[in-house]
Nanobody
Framework: QVQLVESGGGLVQAGGSVRLSCAAS????????MGWFRQAPGKGREFVAA????????DYADSVKGRFTISRDNAKNTVYLQMNSLKPEDTAVYYC???????????????????WGQGTQVTVSS
């Protein structure tokens, strides 16, 4: 079983930046493809960004391209989401997710992930 713990959320003004971290409790983190999803009040959980296990392949939702960057440090068992130029519509609970994979692919669908964190709130004020 893999436990994922997010951190780094909080209140930020529009135009500001926040970096989220997700720490995984596994010695085989390098075998996990990772993703970030978010859920705004009254809405379903949606894809934000994904990264392959090597870190060389990434994918982003159109709404965050050019503003958010996903990265990982396999030595620290951690995946990050750097969020810049934040907008009020980015307000949501952000979740990290993981799945074991034998490929370098990323995964962009909720159903493709087996492990989820508890989420961290990001609130962007206008």
């Amino acid at each position: 079983q893999v436990q994922l713990v997010e951190s780094g959320g909080g209140l930020v003004q529009a135009g500001g930046s926040v970096r989220l971290s997700c720490a995984a409790s596994t010695r085989t983190f390098s075998r996990l493809a990772m993703g970030w999803f978010r859920q705004a009040p009254g809405k379903g959980r949606e894809f934000v960004a994904a990264i392959g296990r090597s870190g060389y392949t990434t994918d982003y939702a159109d709404s965050v391209k050019g503003r958010f960057t996903i990265s990982r440090d396999n030595a620290k068992n951690t995946v990050y989401l750097q969020m810049n130029s934040l907008k009020p519509e980015d307000t949501a609970v952000y979740y990290c997710a993981g799945r074991f994979t034998g490929t370098v692919n990323y995964y962009s669908l909720l159903s493709q992930y087996d492990y989820w964190g508890q989420g961290t709130q990001v609130t962007v004020s206008s």
